[in-house]
Structures are given as structure tokens and as C-alpha cells.
């Protein structure tokens, strides 16, 4: 299975901007994933042509499956965060991660009927201050509607914006998740032309076998967007190292 998580930058380039939506649609298609977690998506908003990006991104995709989740309010449209799916979505739940007077944010929590069994996927886009990110961390883990399904495989996706890399050991680690985007050198995403932070990040948890985890960094991707897209291949199961061993 491959899961893609992508920071779009509403369509616009990152160097050239321009809005060319269908730059995204061509690095997406190249990676041919099956689960798609996307940023920064735009609706019925001017820079992009007031455009309904999620319904022209399920389309182009072919995925009946697909999940909008609007964060920031812009006249009668607006930005946020897009799940696509090629298997059912069986549950489907929006949290809001806004912090008191800060930007709103949000993650999306989905339940994945894949063919391998069901996957519990979140999407987010974390915020800008550190002390803002550690609270959407804690709220999230914390969040009932999270933990009700804390015995399932889980990932955790997005722009995590956490240019020093502190949020595994001060908050995953702690709650059994492992980073498949560590060492953050390897994983370098932004800026897209010049990547120099590792801020698209991915975090798993239960029984789930990484096999590949990597940024796709070439010509079109360095100018479709102001993030490098990020490629997980993965099967649900134990490790088979820890096969076998006692409980």
C-alpha cells in the first residue's frame, strides 16, 4: 500500500507562483498512491480561479472516497486539509486543533477499510509557534475520538512544521509511535526548490511494516509546489522481528 502526504500550497508554485493545479495533479498521478493526505487545499477562493479543488482533485484521482475539511475562512470559501481514499472511509471525524487566538488548524481522523484490514489515518497541518504545535500534539493524542480506536494500526501525516525536529521525543515517543521520517537529513522538504527542513513528516503506531519512506525531489515537483510531496510504502502486520515473541 502507498500513502501520500503532500503540502499543495493551494496549487500555486513555490519559485514561479503560479496557480497550475494541474502540476499537482501530475505529481500525485506519478506516485500512483493509495491513500492521499493533502494541505493547504483550496475552495472557491480567488487566487485559484475559485476552483473546488477537492472535488477536481477526487475527479482526476477517480477516488469515490474522500474526506474535506475547511480550516481557514476566506470570504465565501476558504483553505484546509483533503483526504482521498481508494478503499472506504468507515469512520470519518474532524478535530479541531486551533489554540486559543491562533490560525485555526485542524486534523482529520479517518478509519481506512483497506484490503490488509482497517488503518486509523490522520491528516493535520500543525501551526507555526513551538508551544502551539506541542499542545495540538497533546490535544490530539489525548482526544477521545483518537483514542477509541488506539488498538488499530494508526499514522499520523501532514506538515507538522516542526523545524527542529523536537516533537518526537517530547510527544510520540512517549504514546509507542516511530518515525518513518527519521534521520530528518534524509527527509528534507522545504523549501521545495532548496529543501533544507524536514517539516512533512509521518508517525506510525501498531502493527504496521514500513517498507520505503521517501521525499520525491525532480524537476516538477520543485515547481509545483513550496513542500516536496512524501511517499510511504507499507504493509499492516508485525514487524518480523517481533513475530514470535512473547506477549
Not at 115 to 120: A, I, K, R
Not at 147 to 161: M, Q, S, V, Y
Amino acid at each position: 500500500m502507498r500513502l501520500l502526504t503532500y503540502n499543495i500550497h493551494k496549487g500555486i508554485g513555490g519559485r514561479d507562483r503560479r496557480y497550475r493545479i494541474e502540476r499537482i495533479v501530475e505529481v500525485i498521478e506519478s506516485q500512483n498512491p493509495d491513500l492521499i493526505c493533502l494541505q493547504e487545499v483550496d475552495r472557491n477562493v480567488r487566487r485559484s480561479r475559485f476552483h473546488d479543488q477537492p472535488s477536481e482533485l477526487a475527479t482526476a484521482f477517480r477516488f469515490d472516497f474522500h474526506l474535506f475539511q475547511l480550516n481557514v475562512k476566506l470570504g465565501t470559501g476558504g483553505y484546509g486539509n483533503l483526504l482521498l481514499s481508494r478503499w472506504p472511509i468507515e469512520e470519518r471525524h474532524q478535530v479541531s486543533l486551533r489554540l486559543n487566538w491562533r490560525k485555526p488548524r485542524g486534523a482529520q481522523l479517518a478509519i481506512i477499510g483497506t484490503p490488509e484490514g482497517p488503518l486509523q489515518l490522520v491528516n493535520w497541518h500543525l501551526g507555526l509557534a513551538e508551544h502551539e504545535r506541542q499542545w495540538q500534539v497533546s490535544h490530539l493524542l489525548a482526544h477521545d475520538l483518537f483514542r477509541k480506536a488506539e488498538d488499530l494500526p494508526t499514522w499520523i501525516t501532514g506538515d507538522f512544521n516542526d523545524w527542529r525536529n523536537k516533537l518526537f521525543r517530547a510527544q510520540f515517543m512517549a504514546s509507542g509511535f516511530h518515525q518513518a521520517t527519521a534521520p530528518p537529513s534524509r527527509f528534507r522538504s522545504f523549501p521545495a526548490y532548496l529543501p533544507v527542513a524536514s517539516l512533512d513528516k509521518a508517525f506510525h503506531r501498531g502493527a504496521i511494516q514500513v517498507k520505503h519512506t521517501r521525499v520525491v525531489h525532480d524537476r516538477l515537483t520543485r515547481e509545483a509546489s513550496d513542500h516536496l510531496p512524501l511517499v510511504i510504502d507499507f504493509h499492516l502486520g508485525e514487524p518480523p522481528a517481533q513475530r514470535g515473541k512473547p506477549a
